[in-house]
């Protein structure tokens, strides 16, 4: 192996290299090239490194120094200053917003230093292609540990009394499906993974997938030796490109050098595994529609029982486990129960991953070990709102399944029963920030129509109840709401997961209920008022120019797309309520606050009812 | 009646030339041989060809270079390549560039005759005047072959109609139902089931792409950031509504369910290209890269 001075770990994600990796990697190379730096200091990429929102990022390695927004033009610059007279270059470290210092060690910047990394252990740290930068992690000591020195037994019992629960979502005690799995009897079992990460504003699957593979791979290695299983299949989504290559790759390396195939660590044990790509349909989530799917059918679910441990894929004993609990599996088996239950609390041990996005400072993947406070997360990982003059609306936890948690409840810990508690769920980790701009009566529809779209159609009361409640939000966002629509909607919601067949229409109904229970007077201000005070449904507000607060800069009307907004310099505007389209254009340009939302009701009078 | 076609042949070994002359004028078909991409191209800025045989592995200029060439100097002109490495990835880029057909090197005077024959007959019917009504457009048989080849390959595995329908999609774009009952012959199931999964699935499409495939994301964080606003600016710039193709066919506009690029919200993705932190002022200069 060559020697090398310095390690440049820079991430690969899709983020960064959306944000410009390959240019900045490449503006990189050359200036250490040209200073003759290139022998010793070598460029790595790596997965996802977790905070996109400051990509492209770097980290020099051993130092442990972090860039963030690194350009090509800077790029002389940096080297000039670290490389060649070893100081950090501080244009490009982070910075604390208010403070205004930076700071070098990424150790010490908040949203790292809060963060507990099992599952993302290797994130930006290996090249997830090399099968060798895996192994000098630690990488298949577990296997090999489960496969050489544990009965199937042991290890079930090991994880079982980690307290692991699946990371897909609903929670269930992963040693215990093993369990089940490995009791049935069969000639053939299938040991299956879960990569049909569909929940929309959840990505720490892919970012596994994409940055840590073998990971995977390993998990699956040790839980078909539980279960007794020599085939094993990955179902991925096909709009996860990259997942699938790397996860081919490894693969492929694994079969190579003896770690998949025939008599695996000389244990006499044999596991073979294969890459299945799905073909979008949120459904196939689930377990027994994703069995379906690589049967080659429509993905529909079926009832259960039979359950899967006993009659999965192709009718044969079959586990299905998420890519993240999979990832937690070798740890577990390398360091014992005990120390896996060292963090998280007695019912939610470990950790847990979780994709933080919208109105977020720090957008990007976190792991923090379960129990933590949601504010913890939010205000010292996250850095709060984007927008720091706005406030914190409400945090979207679980995806089309789950809720809204609102700022009261902010405190709580985040485990799986406290979420459960507020009515979201924990899901598969998807954390949607929503700032004061957002109209919770639409939010909760935008999720209907995710569902009312993806139902499969086989049950109706999933088919046909997710419709009928989606037509009466749009009623109510169009202003065509009545009075009682909030308790017909509530009724329908309890109908429809009583009776749905799977976990989609039995959890369709969560974004309503808990908008409904937390933002009840949102509701009832677009029905009765047609006043949506967030002034998203168009239907439902007016734009008014608050004359105390406008400083006459003309910065709205330049910007109206109508000509509606009327003033000179150092008389305050006006909005001709006759022109306006409500498009908001004015709203997000004023930067004084000026601009107030109101119901819709005054558009009909001559004089804004506003002073 | 052959003779009003004029074929040209392009390979670096004279022989390969020599010989397809002598067949294929045997048969009364007009013929010209080059040794290199570079005559082809000097050639035909001259005087237009009807078809082009030509070889992949050329020095200087490949067969591919020359291909795109055509495709787009030369849009009328037919071509086939002749190849002795008929691997999966060469054809896979030839097809792409929407070649008739191939010929395995080396190959007997029926083979090459067959293959003429059929490439003759699909650009006759391709420069026949169009009917008022719109004609159904006929794949070229390289498609159809690669398709049966696909289908075989898969053909003893349960399961297999996912991956045999996405590859498919792969070589011909878009599963029209020809290609679907097609399928369904060759791994012995029903037309309405191989229906059943293209209609349920929302990566398959039963109408062709644009050039320039558009993918907007609807995830909750692109939500949040409002892509509603960079969705409508592309509706009104290039006035296709989703899951429509532009008049010149150059753009197709879907919507997809969260891309897992949160990070980067709002996200849109042309062809295989990411573009974050979307507003809908980056809407026309994003278009224009493509135009």
């Keep these: 192996m060559e020697k090398v001075r310095t390690n440049l770990l820079m991430c690969a994600g899709t983020g960064c290299v ?54 090509v033009d800077e790029m002389p610059k940096l080297v000039e200053e670290h490389f060649l007279k070893g100081r950090p270059y501080e244009k490009l470290l982070y910075k604390e917003p208010e403070k205004k210092h930076a700071i070098p060690a990424m150790n010490e910047i908040p949203f790292f230093k809060h963060q507990v990394l099992r599952v993302l252990r290797n994130k930006g740290m290996i090249d997830p292609d090399s099968l060798e930068e895996y192994i000098a992690r630690d990488g298949y000591m577990a296997a090999a540990k489960a496969l050489t020195e544990m009965t199937p037994a042991d290890i079930i019992k090991v994880v079982k009394d980690s307290g692991l629960r699946g990371r897909g979502g609903a929670g269930f005690p992963t040693g215990l499906k093993w369990e089940f799995a490995s009791k049935s009897v069969a000639d053939q079992k299938y040991m299956l993974c879960n990569g049909d990460e569909g929940d929309p504003g959840a990505f720490m699957d892919r970012s596994v997938m994409e940055a840590d593979p073998h990971s995977v791979i390993e998990g699956m290695i040790i839980g078909a030796r539980a279960i007794g299983s020599s085939k094993g299949v990955i179902y991925v989504r096909a709009e996860y490109p990259l997942a699938v290559k790397r996860l081919q790759k490894a693969i492929n390396d694994c079969h190579e050098k003896g770690l998949l195939g025939e008599d695996i660590f000389g244990s006499g044990f044999a596991f073979d595994l294969e890459i299945y790509l799905g073909a979008g349909a949120f459904v196939c989530g689930e377990e027994t529609a994703l069995m379906r799917s690589i049967e080659g059918k429509r993905g529909m679910p079926r009832p259960r029982p039979p359950f899967p441990a006993h009659k999965g894929l192709w009718d044969k004993p079959s586990v299905l486990n998420n890519v993240e609990t999979l990832a937690q599996i070798s740890p577990i088996i390398l360091h014992g129960a005990e120390w896996y239950r060292t963090l998280g609390t007695e019912k939610s041990a470990g950790t847990k991953v979780f994709a933080l996005t919208g109105d977020i400072k720090n957008v990007g993947l976190v792991e923090v070990p379960m129990g933590i406070p ?79 779209d993806e139902s499969c159609g086989k049950c109706t009361p999933c088919r046909i109840g997710t419709r009928v409640m989606l037509d009466m939000l749009t009623d109510i966002c169009e202003g065509k709401g009545k009075d009682g629509d909030i308790e017909i909607l509530e009724d329908f919601s309890r109908d429809v997961i009583a009776t749905s067949l799977c976990g989609l229409g039995q959890t369709a109904p969560n974004p309503v209920l808990s908008t409904i229970r937390y933002f009840r007077d949102e509701y009832e201000s677009h029905i009765k008022d047609h006043w949506c005070k967030a002034g998203i449904c168009r239907n439902l507000c007016s734009f008014h120019i608050n004359e105390e607060l406008c400083k006459a800069c003309g910065a709205c009307l330049r910007a109206c797309p109508q000509k509606a907004i009327v003033g000179e310099k150092k008389v305050p505007h006006r909005i001709i309520q006759e022109l306006c389209i409500q498009c908001r254009t004015c709203y997000d340009t004023c930067k004084f606050g000026s601009i107030e939302i109101g119901p819709a009701a005054v558009k009909e009078k001559k004089e804004p009812a506003m002073k | 009646m052959v003779d009003d076609l004029k074929i040209l042949v392009v390979d670096d070994e004279p022989i390969i030339i020599r010989s397809c002359e002598s067949i294929l004028k045997s048969e009364g078909y007009n013929v010209q041989g ?123 595995k349960p399961g297999s109609s996912i991956p045999v329908l996405q590859r498919c999609q792969q070589i011909v774009g878009y599963l029209p ?34 050039d320039h495939n558009i993918r907007i994301c609807l995830g909750t964080a692109c939500y949040v950031k409002r892509v509603e606003e960079v969705l409508n600016r592309i509706k009104e710039d290039l006035k296709i509504d989703v899951g429509e193709v532009t008049e010149d066919k150059k753009f197709s506009l879907e919507t997809v369910r969260c891309l897992g690029a949160c990070g980067l919200a709002p996200v849109m993705v042309i062809d295989e290209e990411t573009y974050g932190a979307m507003n809908p002022k980056k809407v026309p200069d994003i278009l224009k890269e493509y135009a």
């Excluded at chain 2, 199931?189 to 644009?210: C, L, N, Q």
Aim: aromatic letters at 8%; charged letters at 25%.
């Design chain 1, 374 to 452: 949601l504010k913890t997360i939010i205000y010292d990982i996250g850095g709060g709102m984007k927008n720091k003059k706005k406030k914190f609306k409400s945090v979207q936890m679980g995806g089309p399944s789950g809720g809204c948690i609102p700022m009261g409840l902010i405190e709580i810990p985040v485990t799986y029963e406290d979420v459960v508690k507020t009515g979201a769920i924990m899901g598969s980790g998807g954390m949607v920030v929503m700032d004061e701009d957002t109209c919770m009566v639409s939010t909760a529809k935008f999720f209907l129509e995710f569902t009312a």
């Design chain 2, 34 to 156: 080059l040794l290199s991409a570079k005559d082809a191209i000097l050639r035909m800025e001259q005087q237009p060809f009807d078809l082009v045989f030509t070889d992949l592995k050329m020095p200087e200029v490949d067969g591919i270079t020359l291909i795109r060439w055509i495709r787009q100097k030369r849009p009328d002109t037919g071509v086939v390549i002749i190849t002795g490495y008929p691997s999966q990835d060469t054809i896979k880029d030839a097809l792409e560039l929407g070649i008739i057909d191939y010929v395995p090197k080396p190959f007997t005077p029926t083979v090459l005759l067959d293959v003429t024959q059929r490439a003759v007959s699909w650009i006759r019917e391709k420069k026949a005047p169009l009917e008022p009504k719109e004609k159904k457009e006929e794949l070229p048989p390289s498609m159809l072959q690669e398709i049966d080849r696909v289908i075989s390959q898969y053909r003893s």
């Design chain 1, 18 to 71: 959306a944000s410009g990796t390959p240019k900045v990697r490449a503006a990189l190379q050359e200036e250490l090239e040209k200073r003759g730096l290139a022998d010793e200091i070598k460029i790595v990429l790596t997965g996802c490194n977790g905070f996109c929102a400051e990509g492209p990022v770097m980290l020099v390695y051993p130092e442990g120094i972090f860039y963030q927004k690194m350009t």
């Design chain 2, 177 to 210: 139902p020809e290609v679907q009952k097609r399928i369904a012959k060759g791994l012995n199931m029903t037309p309405a089931e191989i229906h059943g999964i293209v209609s349920f699935y929302s990566f398959f499409t039963m109408k062709p792409r644009g």
